[in-house]
């Protein structure tokens, strides 16, 4: 796996080259500002860009802009976004630009390497990742097609919008994979999603909880 890593803090970017670089990964760029991220990205045209959504020179959604740029331009690429707090705005800007391959974590979470790399590979694998404390953060702000749902629906769409699998959320809420299967299902029609693609169904899914 190709990676090009954005990151402005020296200590952090340094980190994870040596962190992913360690677990086999070619990072094949590190770079601390947008225009040298664009411009990796033009020359390596890796499978996934790790960026922090706050770069030079304002410091305040320059990583956001260039993710959503270098998307539009290399069609597929994954993109995961750091961030140091739960920026709303942010995260369903990204995943307005087309919810497949995409994630939004804290920064804190690279601290846990596993988590971090299992987000990694699923947004590699055109999954959805979003941090669980972002997660729990919008759970307690949604109003409006959202309050349809059963509290174990919403139980089960907060997992979903973490990236989880079937399999993984019946274990974490103690239920079979065919209940979990149910939910999603209802969660579907409560939400008028159209039974086109199951795994588009499941990312618009997470992006209506994002957008509430």
Do not use: C
Not at 70 to 89: C, D, F, I, M, T
Not at 90 to 95: H, K, P, R, Y
Not at 113 to 120: R, S, Y
């Amino acid at each position: 796996m190709r990676i090009v890593i954005a990151e402005d803090d020296a200590l952090l970017r340094e980190g994870l080259v040596m962190l992913l670089g360690g677990e086999g990964f070619e990072v094949v760029a590190a770079v601390s500002n947008p225009q040298e991220f664009l411009t990796a990205v033009a020359r390596y045209s890796p499978d996934v860009a790790v960026v922090d959504v706050r770069m030079p020179p304002t410091h305040t959604d320059e990583g956001i802009q260039a993710a959503v740029e270098a998307r539009r331009s290399h069609p597929g690429l994954a993109v995961l976004v750091l961030s140091a707090y739960v920026e709303q705005a942010f995260a369903t800007e990204l995943l307005a630009d087309g919810a497949r391959s995409l994630g939004y974590l804290l920064k804190e979470r690279v601290g846990q390497f596993k988590e971090f790399l299992d987000a990694l590979t699923r947004v590699a694998a055109g999954g959805v990742a979003i941090d669980p404390e972002v997660v729990a953060q919008l759970f307690t702000r949604r109003r409006g097609p959202l309050d349809r749902l059963t509290v174990r629906e919403r139980e089960v769409l907060a997992l979903l919008a973490e990236g989880l699998g079937n399999i993984v959320i019946a274990e974490r809420l103690r239920i079979t994979e065919g209940t979990v299967h149910k939910h999603i299902s209802s969660i579907f029609g409560k939400l008028e999603l159209a039974p086109t693609d199951r795994v588009s169904r499941r990312v618009i899914a997470v992006l209506r909880y994002l957008e509430g």
